[in-house]
């Protein structure tokens, strides 16, 4: 089956700076990549998503990229606020297969 | 529009009791799913039901059944609970197809004791 792995597991930054989690995914079959961001003791919210038939897609403060021959897709958050402040997981699925395999998350922490 | 509501939100057993969490959805989507989120592991697939009438094992069903009520509802129960299943649990729905997004619950937070 699928493995997904995602580093780093806990990211600081200052606010206004950038963040990047990378995720690296092994089945090749894999062709969409949805990112959800958890709030404490709330469910994993869709924040953005990318299919493999495209290498970028952006969102406001939000991108994420993918590269498939060397299996990666990472999100990039710019000009980060408090608010971005929350878990964030990626996630690897195929047409094929009948589940998403997520990586482990980020805890990521904007300081003011 | 709710989405997913699961219940209870908490939850505290002994072990060897046994409960059942419920999950409905009001988004009419086929697919539901069940997943336990423990520090450090992610979110981890129990069981699913591709569609009404129909369930699967996902990568940590022992422990656990399942049954999905009709196309709205989809039930996990713990038949004799073991600290070992001391967790998170998200109820998860999804349109159909396979590459699409899931929406998930706000889980239930269950303790075994």
């Known amino acids: 089956g699928e493995n997904v792995e995602q580093h780093p597991s806990t990211l600081s930054v200052q606010e206004g700076d950038s963040a990047v989690i990378k995720c690296t995914y092994s089945d090749s079959a894999s062709n969409y990549f949805p990112w959800y961001k958890q709030e404490l003791g709330k469910g994993p919210q869709l924040i953005i998503d990318i299919r493999s038939n495209v290498g970028e897609k952006k969102d406001q403060r939000i991108a994420v990229t993918l590269n498939k021959t060397a299996k990666h897709f990472s999100l990039h958050i710019t000009e980060t606020q408090p608010e971005d402040s929350a878990v964030y997981f990626c996630?690897?699925?195929?047409?094929?297969?009948?589940?998403?395999?997520f990586g482990t998350g980020t805890s990521l922490t904007v300081i003011p | 529009n709710a989405g997913v509501t699961q219940t209870p939100k908490f939850q505290v057993l002994k072990t060897g009791q046994s409960m059942t969490l419920q999950c409905a959805q009001d988004?009419?989507?086929?697919?539901m799913y069940w997943y336990r989120q423990d520090p450090g592991m992610g979110l981890r697939l129990i069981y699913y039901s591709a569609s009404e009438g129909t369930t699967d094992k996902g990568e940590v069903p022992n422990g656990y059944n399942v049954s999905r009520l009709n196309k709205r509802e989809f039930s996990l129960r713990l038949e004799s609970a073991a600290p070992s299943q001391t967790s998170v649990y998200f109820c998860?729905?999804?349109?159909?197809?396979?590459?699409?997004?899931?929406?998930f619950g706000d889980g239930t937070r269950l303790s075994i004791l």
């Open positions: 998860a729905s999804q349109t159909g197809p396979h590459n699409q997004p899931q929406h």
């Open positions: 996630a690897a699925t195929s047409n094929t297969g009948n589940q998403f395999y």
């Open positions: 988004m009419n989507h086929n697919s």
